[in-house]
């Protein structure tokens, strides 16, 4: 029965070591991507000025959009925010609020996800804080 293991093995071109060598590879790509997701996703900005709305904006940031834009609005998947990017790029807050809740390109829709105050609260945070 051995030399029929050792045959087909053979015959496949894999041993049980080069086996043991590819998951050892996966779990090490593995642990890799998750570690730099969590490193990408990290902790927005925090709110230094005492406003409920902004805190809850950057409780919604850090839920639904650090993910693609960073977690202190730096880029990654979607745009930069920080820096006053979202400002220069919709200088009028009518506009921002309208591409979160109607999405475009790659970037979801959020109406059937957050409230109108949600949505409101999440672009002063980018505006404002990051």
Excluded: F, W
């Excluded at 071109?13 to 969590?38: F, K, Y």
């Excluded at 904006?57 to 990017?85: F, K, P, T």
């Excluded at 957050?114 to 999440?122: C, N, T």
């Amino acid at each position: 029965m051995s030399a029929t293991v050792t045959d087909r093995r053979v015959r496949n071109g894999r041993t049980g070591r080069h086996r043991a060598g590819t998951a050892a590879a996966r779990i090490a790509i593995t642990l890799v991507a998750t570690l730099l997701m969590v490193a990408c996703v990290g902790v927005s900005p925090e709110v230094t000025i005492d406003d409920p709305v902004l805190v809850e904006g950057r409780d919604i940031y850090s839920r639904n959009c650090a993910s693609c834009h960073g977690a202190s609005g730096n880029g990654g998947v979607g745009r930069a925010l920080s820096g006053g990017a979202v400002v220069e790029n919709y200088p009028d807050i009518a506009d921002q609020i309208d591409l979160v809740a109607s999405g475009k390109g790659t970037m979801p829709a959020y109406v059937d996800r957050l409230s109108g105050a949600e949505i409101e609260a999440v672009v002063r945070y980018t505006r404002e804080v990051l």
